[in-house]
């Protein structure tokens, strides 16, 4: 059975940085952060393949830091500059199947998700 555990996440003011780690059991294919604010739809925040190539989107690049640690088994947000609007709850997402051409922010195509950890960025 695949496991995510969450960690990280808080309140900080707008300008900080913060981080969040996903540990997880097996080695998947594709892992991804993605993000809830109240009143919104999920949102894909960063993604992370095999090979490390990596995808951001458009509202966090130059911010955010996508990177995994295969030795560690974690998968890590680094979060810089932060911004109100990156208030939410943010979830890992992971899947170990291939998809010809990713799944990269389909989010419906991840089997396996965190728990959720809430970020609260003040202004």
């Known amino acids: 059975q695949v496991r995510l555990a969450e960690s990280g996440g808080g309140s900080v003011q707008a300008g900080e940085s913060l981080s969040l780690s996903c540990a997880y059991t097996r080695t998947m294919y594709y892992m991804a952060w993605f993000r809830q604010a109240p009143g919104k739809e999920r949102e894909g925040v960063a993604a992370i393949d095999r090979d490390g190539r990596t995808m951001y989107a458009d509202s966090v690049k130059g911010r955010f830091t996508i990177s995994k640690d295969n030795a560690k088994n974690t998968l890590y947000l680094q979060m810089n500059s932060l911004k109100f609007e990156d208030t939410a709850m943010y979830y890992c997402?992971?899947?170990?199947?291939?998809?010809?051409?990713?799944?990269?922010?389909?989010?419906?195509?991840?089997?396996?998700w965190s728990q959720g950890t809430q970020v609260t960025v003040t202004s």
């Open positions: 997402a992971a899947d170990e199947r291939w998809r010809y051409g990713g799944i990269w922010f389909a989010s419906n195509s991840y089997n396996y």
